[in-house]
Structures are given as structure tokens and as C-alpha cells.
């Protein structure tokens, strides 16, 4: 493949956490997390957000998320989230198919949503021929690159807790998150208020491997059921298990976070140098939405893996991970400013 902009999912695996999983394979050990690498992970787990925490192992986002929330929701009630999120876009319904509830989505400007979106979706609540909204699942980062502030989680948190309602954060790229805010995971999650997260690491370094993390014990305690159920129990979990103590150890998960957050922020200031590139929201994290001439863009995608975000009118999005290095961030912007002299070159 061509050097790659188009998902941190493309990044490999980091050599520790590779290691990690070859000690997890040396001798025998009991299965369905009843083994020391499970154990170890979920200590490490409870270390950063309290031993409350009520923490389980999974393959991957979607069946993070949708496991989740089907702990918060009967089949007659609603999740409230941005239009734009990932388990609305891209989860190919799983939510609905798997939970039998409804999604209510809402436009936004900025991928984030705001306590003053959700009342109008609220006046039928009480009424029993209208599905009943339950859980607002905000993404941590947001599916556009912006990262939610202390003050926004905590309103969403009061607003949804007010009104009976959860509040479910879909922190897949998490890590991200917490790099750019700089700020406790504590703070950012139980203390601001919100009641079930997934916590993600396959897009951060790991080979595969998500956590469920409660905040209320009282809300998991069918949840070993669900997974088994949702076929999520894993016979071999230590080398989930085992990537997870790897990726928490010395920090690596925010080290490699940063790393794609620093290649993110120097790809910004060079993209910036052109005129005829536009950067649509604010570069939070390692995604960076922007326009480019379609001619132009349709060009460098020839060299560089990337997707197009949106086609009418033409939205790209450019992702970095810990892999990117500034050798591909100047290979990308050499070969833009290439295209473009030839492209002006060549319509005088």
C-alpha cells in the first residue's frame, strides 16, 4: 500500500504490545479471562479509573458499543447522538438490529452535541405510541476530529441525568482525547458524569481489543451475560487481556497518542501554507477534515491513501497514528505542492 492518511486502523501493531502477545503464548492458561493477564489488565484499568469500575474485554468497537447500550435500553426506547456517529454511520445498524431501539440523530456543526439540541426530542416522553428517548452516546473523539471539553461532557452529563436519561461515550479513539486535553481520565469520564464508555485501543497500537467500562457497577451487572450472548466472551481473552497491560504500561497508550496527535497538528500547519486548502473544523486530535480543488485532490490521492469524507461538496479526511512519521508529512506536502504547480502550470 501507498504511505496511508486514511485511518490510525491502518497503523500496525507497536512492538511492545506485539511482545505482549507472544508472552501471553508461552505455557497454558485458563480460559474466559479467568487467567493473571486478565487480571493484570483490569487492575491497571481500575488504577486509572477507580476500583468501582466495572471493566470487560471485547474484539472491536462496534460490539463494544452496541453490548453497551444494550445494558442502558429496553427495545422501546431511543439513543440520542450526533448525526454523524459512528454507530449511526458505521456500525451498519447493529444498534438497531441487535438492541431493537431506535436512533435519533441530530445535525451538528462540529461533530459534538450540545444540551440544547435534545428538548425537542424529548415531548413525547410519557407517551406510549412514540419511542422514549433513553441514552445520549457522544464519541470521545468526535467522528469529526473534535475533542468534547470538561464543562461539555459535564452539561450533556447533568442534562441527560436530569431528564432520567445516561449518558454513553463511544471513546474508541479515547487516547486522543485525553493527550489533547492533557487532563485525568477521571476527570474526564465518572467525575464529569458520564455512566458507561468504551475504552478503545486497536486504533492506538494494539492488534485487536476494546474495554466496557461502567461506572455504576449497579447498571453491569448483566453484562457477563449480554457478551456471552452477544458473542463477545472470549475462550483465549488473555491476549486481549495481555495487550491491554502492555499498552497501559509506562503510559504507552498516551505516548502513541500523542505521537498522532503531534504528526496531526504538523500536517495542519503545512496544509495551511496553501491557499487553496481549507480545514473545515479544529484540528483537536489526528483527523483533519479539509477541501482541496477536486482535481487536485483526486491527484494526490494517487500517491496517498485517504478517504474522500464527503462527495458534493468534496470533503477530505487525513488521519494520522503513532506510525506517521514527519518523513510521510513532508511526503505528502511535497507531492501537494507538486500537483498544484503542475496543475497551474498546465491551465495557463
Known amino acids: 500500500m501507498t504511505r496511508s492518511f ?16 507472544f508472552q501471553a503464548n508461552i505455557g497454558v492458561e485458563r480460559s474466559y479471562g479467568d487467567d ?42 431511543a439513543i440520542l447522538c450526533a448525526e454523524s456517529a459512528h454507530i449511526h454511520v458505521d456500525e451498519c445498524g447493529a444498534p438497531e438490529h441487535y438492541i431493537g431501539c431506535q436512533l ?16 425537542p426530542h424529548l415531548s413525547e416522553i ?16 468526535s467522528e469529526l476530529g473534535t475533542v468534547y471539553s470538561i464543562e461539555e461532557i459535564k452539561a ?16 474508541a479513539r479515547f487516547a486522543n482525547a485525553v493527550v489533547s486535553m492533557g487532563m485525568d481520565v477521571r476527570t474526564m469520564t465518572v467525575d464529569a458524569g458520564v455512566d458507561v464508555m468504551t475504552f478503545g485501543g486497536t486504533k492506538n497500537g494494539m492488534m485487536m481489543g476494546e474495554a466496557v467500562i461502567f461506572f455504576n457497577p449497579e447498571m453491569s451487572k448483566s453484562f457477563k451475560y449480554i457478551r456471552k ?36 497538528k504538523l500536517l495542519e500547519k503545512g496544509l495551511r501554507e ?4 481549507h480545514i473545515h473544523y479544529q484540528v483537536d486530535a489526528n483527523a483533519i477534515f479539509l477541501s482541496l480543488p477536486r482535481e487536485i485532490a483526486f491527484k494526490l490521492q494517487e500517491r496517498f491513501f485517504f478517504y474522500f469524507w464527503d462527495e458534493d ?23 501537494l505542492h507538486e500537483i498544484s504547480a503542475s496543475n497551474c502550470h498546465e491551465s495557463k
Open 313 to 335: 461538496p468534496l470533503e477530505i479526511r487525513l488521519m494520522t497514528s503513532f506510525m506517521t512519521t514527519e518523513q510521510d508529512i513532508d511526503a505528502l506536502l511535497n507531492s
Open 36 to 77: 493473571p493477564y486478565t487480571e493484570q489488565a483490569i487492575k491497571k484499568l481500575k488504577h486509572l479509573f477507580g476500583e468501582t469500575a466495572d471493566i470487560y474485554f471485547v474484539c472491536n468497537g462496534t460490539a463494544a458499543n452496541v453490548l453497551s447500550l444494550n445494558v442502558l435500553l429496553h427495545p422501546y426506547e
Open 6 to 21: 486514511g485511518s490510525d486502523n491502518h497503523s500496525g501493531i507497536h512492538p511492545k504490545i506485539l511482545e505482549a502477545i
Open 274 to 277: 496553501f491557499e487553496m486548502c
Open 156 to 171: 450533556l452529563a447533568d442534562f441527560a441525568h436530569c431528564h432520567d436519561m445516561l449518558l454513553h461515550m463511544d471513546g
Open 126 to 141: 410519557g407517551f406510549e405510541h412514540h419511542v422514549q428517548p433513553k441514552v445520549i452516546s457522544i464519541s470521545q473523539i
Open 229 to 264: 450472548q452477544g458473542m463477545q466472551l472470549l475462550s483465549k481473552m488473555r491476549y486481549v487481556s495481555a495487550q491491554f497491560s502492555a499498552y497501559l504500561e509506562n503510559d504507552l497508550w498516551l505516548k502513541n497518542a500523542s505521537k498522532a496527535n503531534n504528526m496531526a
Open 104 to 119: 435519533i440523530t441530530m445535525p451538528t456543526s462540529d461533530g459534538k452535541l450540545k444540551p440544547e439540541m435534545i428538548p
